[in-house]
């Protein structure tokens, strides 16, 4: 198009800066050919010599696109006014002008045709931004691809000595790094702030390929010195006021000082999502935490995942043989190596990729929508054709003016599109899981754009295709007709019914979609996790074992907040455990019924212990079913053992018999059972609940204990600023993890399905608007060109009512064949979304009934008006019209 | 340009930097002089949507003349003012002067404020 003398490989080799890609390419489009290319080289000397220097790169690259964008409009006016070389390219520029002109002409068929294509692009690019960011980029580590996760099952961690081993024995490994989680926490200024990270391996970064955006990463000597720290960026900004000079200085850690190493840039993606801060785990084996480890790994070049699996089978069987262990068949299954992007994402892809596909539906069926616009518009042009057929003007430019039309309205729209998705992503954002990756860099960028544009041009393609061929495939012996009435309406007619049946079977999809998950969702916020999480309010502080050394401290302290807590206003209970419900953590034992002889110890029963404080039971609503709770002694821990157990651990320890009286025997101590409380379901409202062991905190001093607020107020917000003050007041030296609202909790256990049922509801209810106005339009259309029939109808004595019903039947014919033909679709959409559903049979047929009932609801409705229209059609106005 | 041959208040501006860039003038420069001169924000297309008027109207005239490296050997277009744009740039100021010709902006900016 314009002179590109210099060509992009000229500017690599002497390392000139270079202008945003995409703003560059269009002002190259934009661009007069007679210019020369001058008008691009201006603006790329500007940039270059000007610009960057001063700017930056950012900045000027801001610049640049702004440039681009102001210019814009008035260069393209220009290149359609100047009269091209080629001849061709100046017809293009008169048919741009006469389809402007058409659509001003017309502002409501333009109006609708924009919208709708709008809505279909603008949901399109919302969701491919975030497939974008979150799935499409590669990880933000060297060589990414090699990255590994060994054994990535949770429940299966390494021990610290095989971590040791492995490192040195596996070959398909060209690194590898274990990693523990951990809680630091930090204290500044007087003020302790709770942080999550890990200990990691010091070569971890390295193998990850990450290099500090500030100072370093760890080097092995800080494994040996043990007081080394790298922070994320996060963190940095909050707690360090982003200052640069933190590097090299001590901070306060546990009580201990330790040297900031290196602070990482914002685009790190830690392996697990909320880490914000990593020491190095100690190289003496004896000091390493005894907590279990996972690790990560960088395959060597050229092995495979299988190749790896299948050594590390072979290795870790090693190991474990010469620890005097044999590993099961079983076992030996279950480990495993994958991909780290796969371990990362893997969750996160399937309901995007779904997602996807539903806005892409939705785009289809407002393409479908356009068409049937495209085509009324065109039927009621075809005078204007025939007479420029008759006149000498060729086919292809008739049908190339119709695609120009079109692809007008879908730049528009297109633009139209870009502005809604930059606006909706920011309610987008409060919906996404916590832990889905890269959320934050979820923005609409030059790919976000180039997707939109793409996707735009392919709408035009599949609207305009079809009326363009049939306006350049018009025979122009139809002149005589045309002057006076459309010809080819029988053929006008079938395509309609074809596209309202489409139209329908597209919307039924997205509607059965969009009710499953509906109900999916229903179930789930019905289901009753066996504690009432209204006015709740939660927070758990970490006593420092350097202020609260001896179990006697941690009691005193827990005592005086409680009692602070309980004097708040409108408070009615406090009490406190050690797991809270859908918060992670647990600690399972083995126990053994009195009476009972456990074959052998392996096949003991397990339960899940609960160390409680205080009016648990009765701040989280939790129903005592038999028997009584702790007693004041009991709960100092005097006199008998004792223990509440829940219903479940009652059915399987006693087979249904009471169990109050009874005794069990518990980490070799004997327990009797006092009372029973309430099945509660403990890491997901999705799972079902387990057998479960209460004893006195006394017991079990738990040093970060959840503390369980409940209140008689709706006033949480009030609730949560005291939370805060007391737990201050009482120590300012603890920090906290909270205060939070227990229903928040537990509606954040299903914050996926909340992000998937939300935005196919959205899809559903515009399929369904979508949908309605399409089968609106084309009837009314119907309607409208057959006047003079019906009216001849009316005038030989058809009844009104009988002219209305066979308009209603005539619209609702295309709809039922298209639920016929969308149901077996809609079914295998609700199986792709098996996954995602609680409760629910995806292919339950009630589901799918009740959307095809809306659906024919809807254009029911739709039709009213036009079946009024043909009722009140005057015989004679229409007569008289032809 | 008016029917007076007097110039539009943007092609006045694009006409001086032209001007100032004594015969080494293309659309960076003309860009950066009225920015900087200015302080008037402007963009590329709308110096190049002037400049081609300027042009058609036989004040300016261009020549092409090859690029270097950072414009990646994209050919520069070098304006030049023509007597004729002079001519329009003398018309212009002179019918300028006639309207400015006994005002008094500080008495006048008294009365506003009085009035006010």
């Known amino acids: ?882 | 340009m008016g029917r007076d041959g007097s110039l539009g208040a943007f092609e006045e501006l694009v006409l001086l930097a032209v001007l100032r860039g004594r015969g080494k003038a293309y659309g960076m420069t003309v860009r950066r002089e009225i920015v900087e001169r200015s302080g008037r924000s402007v963009s590329i297309g709308a110096v190049y949507a002037t400049l081609e008027r300027l042009e058609k109207k036989g004040l300016v005239d261009s020549s092409l003349v090859e690029g270097n490296d950072a414009r990646r050997g994209r050919a520069r277009r070098y304006f030049r003012v023509l007597p004729a744009g002079v001519d329009a740039l003398e018309r212009t100021r002179a019918g300028r002067a006639g309207l400015w010709e006994g005002v008094d902006l500080d008495a006048a900016a008294a009365h506003a404020e009085e009035a006010g």
């Open chain 1, 1 to 882: 198009m314009s002179g590109d003398a210099g060509g992009p490989g000229h500017s690599d080799r002497s390392g000139t800066p270079r202008p945003p890609r995409w703003s560059r390419a269009l002002l190259q489009r934009l661009e007069r050919p007679s210019d020369c290319g001058t008008l691009v080289g201006d603006l790329d000397e500007e940039y270059v010599h000007f610009q960057r220097p001063r700017l930056g790169r950012q900045g000027a690259d801001r610049w640049y696109r702004g440039q681009v964008l102001r210019s814009a409009p008035g260069l393209l006016l220009r290149r359609l006014r100047s009269p091209s070389r080629r001849t061709g390219s100046a017809a293009l520029g008169t048919d741009l002008r006469v389809a402007m002109r058409v659509l001003r002409r017309r502002p409501a068929y333009a109006l609708a045709v924009v919208v709708t294509l709008a809505l279909g692009l603008g949901m399109n690019s919302m969701l491919f931004s975030v497939v974008h960011a979150v799935l499409m980029r590669p990880l933000p580590y060297a060589d990414s691809e090699r990255l590994v996760r060994p054994m990535p099952d949770d429940l299966f961690f390494l021990s610290t000595h095989e971590a040791v081993e492995l490192e040195m024995r596996m070959t398909s490994f060209e690194s590898i790094a274990a990693w523990g989680r951990s809680l630091f926490l930090f204290t500044h200024g007087g003020e302790a702030e709770e942080v999550r990270g890990a200990r990691v391996g010091w070569n971890h970064f390295d193998m990850l390929g990450v290099e500090a955006a500030l100072g370093r990463t760890f080097v092995a000597d800080d494994a040996v010195g043990d007081d080394a720290v790298v922070l994320g960026h996060g963190l940095w900004t909050r707690h360090f006021g982003a200052d640069p000079a933190i590097v090299g200085r001590t901070v306060e850690l546990q009580g201990r000082a330790v040297r900031v190493v290196g602070v990482l840039g914002p685009e790190h993606v830690p392996i697990e999502y909320d880490w914000q801060a990593w020491r190095t785990l100690p190289l003496d084996p004896d000091r390493l935490p005894n907590t279990g480890l996972a690790a990560n790994a960088r395959l060597r070049g050229g092995v495979g995942l299988e190749q790896a699996r299948d050594e590390l089978r072979t290795v870790l069987d090693e190991i474990w043989r010469e620890g005097g262990y044999a590993m099961s068949e079983e076992e030996r299954a279950s480990v495993d190596v994958v991909a780290l992007d796969d371990w990362l994402l893997g969750d996160a892809r399937r309901p995007l990729l779904a997602l996807f596909a539903a806005a892409t539906l939705l785009l289809l069926l407002a393409c479908v929508n356009v068409s049937t616009l495209v085509i009324a518009h065109g039927g009621s042009r075809e005078s204007e054709f025939a007479v420029r057929l008759a006149l000498g003007s060729g086919r292809l430019r008739l049908g190339r003016q119709l695609l120009l039309e079109v692809g007008l309205l879908a730049g528009f729209g297109a633009l139209l599109a870009l502005a809604a998705t930059r606006v909706s992503l920011v309610g987008l954002a409060s919906l996404l899981p916590a832990e889905l990756p890269r959320a934050d860099a979820i923005e609409v960028g030059p790919e976000v754009m180039a997707f939109t544009a793409l996707a735009a041009l392919c709408t035009v393609l599949l609207t305009g295709t079809l009326p363009a061929l049939r306006a350049s495939g018009r025979r122009s012996a139809g002149l005589a007709g045309a002057v006076g009435r459309g010809s080819g309406t029988r053929a006008r007619t079938r395509t309609r019914f074809m596209l309202v049946a489409g139209q329908a079977a597209l919307t039924l999809v997205l509607t059965v979609s969009a009710v499953l998950t509906l109900r999916s969702l229903a179930t789930l916020r019905a289901v009753d996790p066996g504690f009432d999480a209204m006015a709740v309010v939660t927070v758990r502080p970490s006593p420092p074992s350097a202020r609260y050394p001896e179990p006697e401290d941690l009691s005193a302290y827990y005592l005086q907040l409680s009692e602070r807590l309980a004097a708040l206003p409108g408070v009615r209970a406090v009490g406190g455990i050690q797991f809270l419900p859908m918060t992670p953590g647990g600690w399972w034992a083995s126990y053994r019924p009195e009476g009972t002889v456990p074959a052998d110890e392996e096949s003991r029963p397990s339960t899940a212990m609960r160390v409680v404080r205080g009016a648990y039971f009765e701040a989280m609503g939790i129903p005592l079913l038999d028997g009584r709770l702790f007693d004041p002694s009991e709960e100092r821990g005097e006199g008998e053992a004792v223990a509440l157990v829940n219903r479940r651990f009652e059915e399987e320890a006693f087979g249904g018999a009471a169990a109050v009286g009874r005794s069990v025997e518990v980490q070799g101590r004997n327990r009797r059972i006092v009372g029973v409380v309430g099945d509660v379901r403990q890491s997901d409202v999705r799972e079902g609940s387990h057998a479960e062991m209460y004893v006195p905190w006394s017991a079990a001093p738990w040093r970060r204990t959840h503390l369980v607020v409940r209140s008689d107020g709706d006033d949480t917000d009030a609730l949560l600023a005291a939370v805060t003050r007391e737990v201050r007041a009482q120590d300012v030296g603890v920090s906290m993890l909270g205060p939070r609202r227990l229903h928040r909790i537990v509606e954040g256990t299903f914050a996926d399905t909340r992000l998937l049922t939300t935005l196919l509801a959205l899809f559903g209810s515009t399929g369904l608007a979508l949908g309605a106005v399409g089968v609106y339009g084309v009837t009314a259309r119907a309607v409208a060109e057959r006047r003079r029939e019906l009216g001849i109808r009316i005038a030989l004595g058809a009844a009104g009512a009988t002219v209305a019903r066979g308009a209603l039947t005539e619209g609702l014919l295309p709809v039922a064949l298209g639920l016929l033909l969308g149901a077996p679709v809609a079914l295998l959409a609700g199986r792709g979304l098996e996954g995602a559903l609680y409760g629910v049979d995806a292919s339950d047929p009630s589901t799918l009934a009740s959307a095809a009932a809306l659906l024919m609801l809807v254009s029911l409705l739709a039709l009213v008006a036009p079946a009024v229209r043909a009722w009140r059609t005057d015989p004679a106005r229409s007569l008289r019209e032809e």
